[in-house]
């Protein structure tokens, strides 16, 4: 047995088998619910994955009624209607790009960082997007680590899920989530993954 100080992955293999080897996007799902509880305890878990500044983006919308998921359907592709109105909940994940308003209370450290991104909304969007990007997916982990599955899609027109949902324009919507327990198993065998040697170059 490999000790610790050996082992190349110091996580125990059953947690990592839950996060990542066995873990698969899921479309369809049972009709437990997903309480709020869990949604909290996610997101004490994964609120404290990096950013930069700690400038914390992400923002989330839970569509946990019919009526909200029915306003979101139009805007999704054909193909993701029908499992999100079946969902026990679906999160809308979306981004702040008014970041930098609260960046003198989480990057004391920095005085001058909310005057960077002001004077340039270019590259607050772009790092908006980037830092967001970042926590949805520790979102997507922090879920499995709940033992509950995640499916997440893109396919959905994001100007009209802003009109609908982030009308003032401060949010924009980024990734739409499906969240419960699996029912039965994955529809398909998990895709191809490139091999180290095809995504890792050393100098």
Do not use: W
Not at 108 to 113: D, Q
Request: hydrophobic share 40%; glycine share 6%.
């Amino acid at each position: 047995m490999p000790t610790p100080t050996t082992r190349p992955l110091t996580l125990d293999p059953a947690a990592q088998d839950l996060l990542f080897r066995r873990a698969r996007t899921v479309d369809r799902f049972t009709d437990e619910p997903v309480t709020e509880e869990a949604i909290r305890a996610v997101h004490e878990l994964v609120r404290d994955g990096p950013t930069a500044f700690n400038q914390q983006p992400l923002r989330m919308l839970l569509l946990r009624s019919a009526e909200s998921r029915s306003r979101l359907a139009p805007h999704l592709s054909r193909g993701n209607r029908e499992k999100t109105l079946r969902a026990p909940l679906t999160a809308l994940l979306a981004v702040d790009i008014r970041f930098h308003h609260r960046l003198p209370q989480l990057f004391p450290a920095y005085p001058g960082a909310a005057d960077l991104y002001a004077k340039n909304p270019a590259l607050r969007e772009r790092s908006a997007l980037l830092n967001g990007g970042l926590q949805a997916a520790y979102f997507l982990i922090g879920v499995r680590a709940a033992g509950l599955a995640a499916g997440p899609m893109s396919g959905f027109d994001d100007e009209g899920v802003d009109r609908e949902f982030f009308p003032d324009g401060d949010l924009r919507s980024l990734l739409v989530v499906n969240i419960g327990r699996p029912a039965g198993p994955p529809p398909r065998p998990r895709g191809p993954r490139l091999s180290y040697d095809e995504v890792c170059t050393t100098l």
